[in-house]
């Protein structure tokens, strides 16, 4: 819509109403580019409303036809072609209409997230499956498809912060979706850029953000009162504490957005209750007692679960996800200093004989002697930090509570008398000749065995429960592989060199740069040693598919996460899963061979069977999972009592996965009608920015170096300047600012950039960057922009799509360009192409909106001026084009006097809105349909509350529930009435098609 504010013209780009109080009118914010001279390619903001800023929308009635003198109609070809692009699809559009287009195999089932979000009233949902499916990807196509419907301008993404960076640099190298990383380097650079009070969720429109930074009170409260049209929260399942920060973060985010996608493979922790609550942020309405078991069917719209055993997966993966090998559980026999260690756990904590008890104080501390069996079976560094902290803790006690002195004391000799055969263990290990623990041993065993060393590529990823454990391997690792490990550079160690380390207590940076390298083919990183902060969403398969469990967490939900690191889709060779067993030549000692080595066992069947482990001793959650495992042990019950081989068969997500399977037709039931084959007058995306670039800058190759580069070698690539001093490229540059920092920094784009449309192309480029990047060499000072785009991880050629940003600047350049031509007319212009039809042909864009301002009736029109009056032209839209010959090989002809046509012009549109509102008619039941299906689920749900209300007893609890229905209620029939087709259409004549004129 081009609209006339302040005496000069500007293009619509985005429209929004703005929410306000129930007795104020409403105001709409306008996003506008300027087409008249004095404000050409000017971005401002206007307000819509009594009071502010007048705004008169240009009438379709009084549109002005312009001839066009480029050559073949560019200019004209290139307006529609615009128009096709900038308008987005309407909302009952439920086909995908962006699958194909991206940097990414075309997997079925990982459209069916976004087929499932677009069936419901608003685009919200949980996005289950399993480890290893794609669920970024998943995320990815979703927003794309939000973007292309018009309600993905303002997008904020949620993640832990250690995959940060992966998640923007997936979304940037395979979609195109740009974000600004608010971590803590984001944030200090914002700081100094925006103006002091300057909200930087309102100035930036696309943001990734970790839920560690944003879930602070101070970021809270900046998020409370900013919109969006698309909120994602990877990890999910650490909202689901209803007091934790997490979860009121997600509180205020949830109402303040129209997409609401949350993300986990293990969203469900066991209690009912809290998976209710996260549930009913993505639809209130879907529960109505949020402490009873919710059923399949209230939640079968909300969520997607599937794993890599359902038919429509295992139907798509193919030789992209290689079979898990059997795991290997390496025995490693203790020494005996350890058979020392082992013997005191259990003679004084573990089962003490003689009916006597373990020497423990406080409450709570039931459960201490498997802290200290499992710190033991990590290592002996981890037992000494554990009986540190104990030793403290218990001083405390005494100080505390000096009545108890004397109990107090005899727990502290016992973990003093476990602490100095600990340190036996401990001296052995760092003297000359003496033999290494048992577990070192073994590991170093298998590590040369699969050649990890300086001059293998091998790399083997390291699981630790225990950070101690950690920062002790780091240390010895290094001579016993003979691997140079760099001195820290910093405060944080193993961020360089060729052991890393990844637990939560590194910095953003330095997490984000470890997990960044170890995807990097030609970086020097060989092991990493983590936690488990690592078990969770990070991809570690695309350079590893050797994984080690020094120790084993006694959850199977923490052994699946895992083993999924490299256990997931895109991994080509069979992942290799090592267990080490701590042995102990009594039997009595052996917790590692009866309770570690089966739930690994039994994660490994249920992943080949199942497909997912979580479901096995139905918690759903990894604290209760290993809380249930140690009283089991304890109380000297086999593991089978409490880690059954088969799962509850009322298990919700197992039932759902389950559903899917049955319907195997689920792979096969995609059709070439459920994909949206979107309208273009250009053959290719390559046409129309070849044209778009020649209309705007005349001879691209003088004006910006526009440069084709060896079609032998980069076929359909090229490259151009956005800094000349004769032709600074300022609007694109703005555009571009909102890229990743690392990438302008590294690619310097905002200079000059390479750009394909091959995907070939594209791939290469992006596994080329993951080749040769990787550790920075040592050198001094800083370096060159020549070596940072050398070392870069992000790909020198960008690939590009429909939602790309250049793409994008092109489009409204051509729409902006088109009405500057005009300018000072104040009417909307309309080109006159002479083509092959017999009589004038008028085409017409219509649609009608909601009272969001969103299109629910799309149409294209095309209408034969007759001598009888308008006749609809039963064609597409663009068919009617093309059979009219309107391409590139048209010659440019004169179109002659436009008096009579444009006298056409009011009769045209009378009869477009005759004919939009019969489409309106006629569409009005389907329209209807989902908005009319929810209002009956609303009236459903205020009913079952109000019976159950009357059982409450306590006036003021029942008060506090009824208002809270009647306000959800008040807010769900609000979205239903904004939701609904409001007001007259809107129309825009988008060009005349005129008959050759004889002779020409």
Known sequence: MTVLVRGEEWLVTEAHELPGPEDVAPVTRLVVTGTSPLVRDHTA???????????????????????????????????????????????????????????????????????????????RLLIADAVGLGKTLEISLLLSELIRRGRGDRILVVTPRHILEQFQHELWTRFAIPLV??????????????????????????????????????????????????????????LISKTSRNNQLARVLAPTTHAFILASATPHNGDDESFNELISLIDPTAIVDVKQRATREQLEHLYVRRHKMSPDVAAQIGAEWAKRAQPKFVNCPATKAEEAVLDELYGTWISPPNGRTAPLTGQGSQLFPITLLKAFLSSHTALLATIDERIKEVGKRIKKDPGRTGQYLLEREALERLQTLAEVVRAEAAAEGRPDPAKLTALVTELKEIRVGPKSPTRVVIFSERKATINWLYEVLPGRLHLEQPAAAGKEKGVTGPIRILHGGQSDDAQQRIVKDFALENSDVRVLLTSDIAAEGVNLHRQCHNLVHYDIPWSLITIEQRNGRIDRYGQRVSPQIRVLIHRSADPAHEADETVSKALARKEDAAHRTLGEAGALMGFRDEEREAESIKKAYLAGRDIDDVAPDEPDENDIFLAAARSAAADASAASSWSEDEVLRQPRLFPSMKEFVKDAFTEA????????GLTWLDPADYPDTFEFELNRDTCRLSDLQRRLSALPQSYLDERQVLTKMTLT???????????????????????????????????????????????????????????????????????????????????????????????????????????????????????????????????????????????ALQAQVPAAIDAARAEMRRRRTAEEDRLMAPLQEYAERLAVWEKENAVRFEQLTLTGIRTRAEKRVRKTATAVKELIEELATDGEPMLRLVAVLVPVQKGE
């Not at 009084?62 to 001839?67: G, Q, S």
């Not at 987005?88 to 979000?117: F, I, M, N």
């Not at 940003?805 to 409204?812: A, C, R, Y």
């Open 181 to 238: 990383a608010l971590d803590s380097t984001g944030i200090a650079r914002m700081q100094q850029r925006l103006p002091a009070g300057r909200n930087p969720f309102d100035y930036y429109k696309r943001v990734i953000a970790s839920i560690d930074t944003l879930k602070s009170a101070r970021y809270r409260e900046q998020l409370r009162g900013v919109e969006w049209d698309a909120v994602v929260m990877d990890e999910s399942h650490k």
């Open 757 to 899: 449309f091959s995907a070939d192309v594209g791939r290469r480029r992006l596994e080329l960057a993951r080749k040769n990047s990787g550790e920075k060499p040592k050198r001094k000072g800083a370096a060159t922009k020549e070596q940072k785009a050398q070392e870069s991880g992000w790909p020198d050629i960008s690939y590009l799509t429909d939602q790309h940003p250049v793409v994008e600047w092109l489009v409204d350049k051509v729409l902006a360009s088109n009405a500057a031509e005009n300018a000072g007319t104040h009417r909307l212009t309309a080109p006159v192409i002479a083509a092959d039809v017999p009589e004038p042909v008028f085409l017409v864009n219509g649609r009608y909106s909601n009272r969001q301002g969103k299109p629910t009736v799309m149409a294209w029109m095309a209408f034969r001026a007759l001598p009888t009056g308008f006749v609809l032209d039963p064609r597409e839209f663009v068919q009617v084009l093309h059979d009219a010959h309107v391409n590139g090989e048209m010659h440019l002809r004169d179109v002659g006097d436009l008096t």
């Open 45 to 123: 903001i206007f307000f819509h409303a009594e009071g502010l800023d007048r705004i008169k929308p240009l009438l379709p009635e009084h549109t002005y036809l312009v001839k066009d003198s480029t050559e073949g109609f560019r200019r004209s070809r290139l307006f529609i072609e615009a128009l096709l692009r900038k308008t987005p699809l309407p909302q009952g559009e439920q086909r995908l209409a962006t699958v194909g287009s991206h940097l990414v195999d075309d997997l079925l089932y990982q459209r069916e997230p976004s087929k499932r979000a677009f069936a419901n009233l608003r685009p």
């Open 697 to 704: 800058y005349g001879d691209p190759s003088a004006t910006i």
